[in-house]
C-alpha cells in the first residue's frame, strides 16, 4: 500500500524557533510537493521538488528530498506567526499519475 | 489572469437532493481532479480526468459524478445516494496527463441541511 506520513500532525511553537516536519513515503518516488493550507482556504504550491538531492527555500521555510531514504523536510527557521498554516506533502509515485498525500501537519506560531 | 475558479463558493443542500459543483479552468491544463477535505483532514481523491470524454474514480467516488465535455470544465454532481455529503470540497488540475505540480482552486463548501 503506498504511504505518505507526515510528522508531527501538530505543532505548536514560539515565534523565533526552528523546528523541522518530516514526510516518510513508501514507494519510489523522485517527485514531491508542499502545499500550504491557511484555515477555510484552498491549497497553496510552496515547493516542487524533482530529484534526490532536491533543496528549495524561500523565506523562513526550506525543503529538500532524500529519494533514497524517501524522505522529505520542510525546515522552518526563526518561525514568525505568518506561517501559521496546515502544511501538507504529497508524493508523485513512479508507477502512476496520482499524487499520494500525508495528512497534513498544523503548524501554531505563538507570538 | 490564468487560474481555476470554482462556483459556487457556497452550498446548502437538502436531503435528497443532487447538486453541481462547478470547476473552470483557463490554464490550458490537460488534467483535472476532484478532491474532498473533511474538517481538519487531508484530501480524498474522488475523481480524475486526464483528457477530455475520460474520467477515472479515485478513492471515494461512490455517491459523485462528473463529466468532462470540455478541456477547461470539469463539473461535480453530488448525488442523493452520497449520504454524508457535507465537506470542502477542491477542484484542481496539472498540466501533465501524467501527473505532475497541481493548482488548486478556490474551494466549495457543502452544507446538507
Known amino acids: 500500500e503506498l504511504k505518505v506520513e507526515q510528522n508531527p500532525l501538530f505543532l505548536s511553537m514560539q515565534e523565533g524557533k526552528n523546528y523541522t516536519i518530516y514526510c516518510n513515503y513508501s514507494?519510489?518516488?523522485?517527485?514531491l510537493y508542499w502545499y500550504r493550507q491557511d484555515p477555510g482556504k484552498s491549497l497553496e504550491s510552496l515547493f516542487v521538488?524533482?530529484?534526490n538531492g532536491a533543496v528549495k527555500q524561500e523565506g523562513r521555510l526550506m525543503a529538500s528530498l532524500d529519494t533514497k531514504a524517501r524522505l522529505s523536510t520542510l525546515h522552518i527557521t526563526a518561525a514568525v506567526h505568518d506561517l501559521s498554516a496546515t502544511y501538507f506533502c504529497?508524493?508523485?509515485?513512479?508507477?502512476?499519475?496520482?499524487?499520494?498525500w500525508g495528512a497534513g501537519t498544523k503548524l501554531i506560531i505563538k507570538p | 489572469d490564468g487560474g481555476i475558479t470554482q462556483s459556487p463558493k457556497y452550498l446548502f443542500r437538502k436531503e435528497g437532493q443532487n447538486v453541481t459543483l462547478s470547476c473552470e479552468q483557463n490554464?490550458?491544463?490537460?488534467?483535472m481532479y476532484w478532491y474532498r477535505q473533511d474538517p481538519g483532514q487531508g484530501l480524498r481523491l474522488i475523481y480524475y480526468s486526464q483528457i477530455v470524454n475520460d474520467f477515472q474514480k479515485g478513492d471515494i467516488a461512490e455517491g459523485y459524478s462528473v463529466s468532462r465535455e470540455k478541456k477547461e470544465s470539469f463539473p461535480l454532481t453530488v448525488t442523493s445516494a452520497q449520504k454524508n455529503p457535507t465537506a470542502f470540497y477542491l477542484c484542481a488540475s496539472s498540466i501533465r496527463t501524467s501527473g505532475g505540480e497541481q493548482f488548486f482552486g478556490p474551494g466549495t463548501r457543502l452544507t446538507v441541511l
Open positions: 504529497a508524493v508523485e509515485p513512479d508507477s502512476n499519475y496520482q499524487l499520494i
Open positions: 514507494t519510489t518516488s523522485d517527485r
Open positions: 490554464l490550458n491544463h490537460d488534467a
Open positions: 521538488l524533482l530529484s
